[in-house]
């Protein structure tokens, strides 16, 4: 099992051990969701690869300047780097660091929003940590999965990261203006991500030259989520 | 903990769990490398996140016609597509199908060794799974762990993935003829690497254009093994 993680080949973890976990992180989940839903925030779980451009795709909407109010977290295993450049950007951030965890939990999670004022908020934005496989897994309380696959990263990504595609809402391939210098087959791309994800949904996109950000602001306002005053008192 | 890779917070995974899977898999890596030093074998990690380039770094080492005969297994969640990659560039390869695990560890490696002849090998690569966290934490038994880090990825990925580049013996900077279109700030690269890398060693990689395939080939001249026949009788 991993020094920094915790991974291990599942034959050896023992099985009271994962469901104990899993049990305990979705109680904490179901908590966040019911907290986002109170303030009428969308959550979003942004997840890819390192270096897929979470970090840009976020920088880009906040120049989009649509007055969607987003605030984020950004997970990563050591710098806050991630967060400054979205405070810059205008987007208020704060930083998880996991020291040595290879995803998010629902708990990190829980604990940064007692950092958040939520009534100020459109869109949460929970930025995982650079990693195709395991943040798939943990639900933090989101209402929906957004994967940033750069085109850079070859069109046989989702048939091999399976986990990651069949959970994903939304597809961005991102740094698309790269394209032709690559020569990407986007058919094959596309069959493989209607291979994986049950309702296949993705946005070519490009932090650069503005490619796609009409379709992913139309995707954002799409999933605005209501308040549920009831709810809301839950805390 | 991950329902696809035994993933958790480590504080919360018990920690006779973690020690008991660690020394298990290290009495196996260190059987491996007995093994492989036996029958005179350079081991390596390969390792990158996914779509780094490491399946095209063997291809164009294949291509490069040196001599150096090189055999090699590939980690993927799944799919066989890489080892069919390296299969037709001329490298005898096996897939080692995960399911779920975000690494492999000594015993898979350990389980693919039984069908691969290391009397006619000089070099035996273990195409780890694209990931830039857990890999690095198992000892798989090789002699050198070779770190792919695709320019595309961004300067900041050394200081951000720290657990990576300190064990990282190399780092070849992948798809370097990108980075023209990039815009990469190799001053930057290169002091992210010296930050983190015990002993800095990178080479600029491509497999299209053929850069920095001499010294890569220098570089795994210089590691060659010279077999140890007492040793090799350990199996």
């Not at 049990?23 to 969308?42: I, S």
């Not at 940033?148 to 698309?176: H, I, N, Q």
């Amino acid at each position: 099992m991993c020094d920094t993680c915790g991974c291990g080949d599942p034959n050896l973890v023992p099985v009271e051990v994962h469901e104990s976990l899993f049990a305990a992180n979705d109680r904490v989940a179901a908590h966040n969701r019911e907290h986002f839903r109170g303030h009428g925030v969308l959550a979003l779980n942004l997840m890819g690869s390192p270096g897929s451009g979470k970090t840009a795709v976020l920088e880009a909407t906040a120049r989009a300047r649509t007055g969607i109010r987003i605030a984020a977290v950004s997970g990563d295993l050591a710098t806050d780097l991630d967060a400054r450049r979205l405070e810059a950007a205008g987007i208020p951030a704060r930083t998880i660091t996991t020291g040595s965890a290879c995803h998010l939990d629902a708990e990190m999670v829980h604990r940064a929003l007692h950092h958040v004022d939520l009534d100020q908020l459109d869109v949460f934005v929970v930025e995982n940590v650079g990693n195709l496989v395991c943040p798939a897994v943990y639900d933090l309380g989101q209402h929906a999965n957004v994967v940033a696959l750069s085109v850079t990263e070859g069109e046989d990504k989702p048939l091999k990261y399976p986990v990651m595609f069949r959970k994903a809402d939304l597809v961005l391939l991102t740094k698309c203006d790269l394209a032709p210098h690559l020569g990407v087959d986007f058919d094959a791309l596309h069959r493989a991500l209607e291979a994986t994800m049950p309702e296949p949904r993705w946005i070519s996109f490009s932090a650069r030259t503005g490619e796609g950000m009409e379709a992913w602001l139309a995707w954002l306002s799409g999933r605005r989520v209501t308040a549920a005053p009831a709810a809301a008192a839950a805390r």
